[in-house]
């Protein structure tokens, strides 16, 4: 037996084994509903991922907004103060 082949010392034949045993316990239609929720899951937080930086950019924007009305009021308030 050559050791490293597969897995930690996992030979391909019995990670065959193993597969064929877990189709059999659980049978295709419930391997494939759960491969189904997971594929659902993940694309469900990639989307969640990515509305939450669409998020964050938009509050940057406003409060890069705020901060350039805040600097024109400003600049007024001196233009004011200096006639």
Do not use: Q
Not at 34 to 42: E, P, S
Request: proline share 1%; glycine share 12%; no cysteine.
């Amino acid at each position: 037996m050559l050791y490293g082949f597969g897995l930690g010392g996992i030979s391909p034949w019995s990670l065959l084994i193993i597969l064929v045993i877990v189709v059999v316990i659980f049978g295709t239609k419930r391997l494939r509903n759960a491969g189904g929720d997971l594929g659902g899951a993940v694309k469900n937080f990639k989307d969640s991922m990515k509305s939450g930086a669409d998020s964050v950019n938009a509050k940057k924007e406003s409060i890069e907004d705020a901060a350039d009305d805040v600097i024109d009021a400003t600049s007024k308030v001196k233009d004011t103060t200096k006639s």
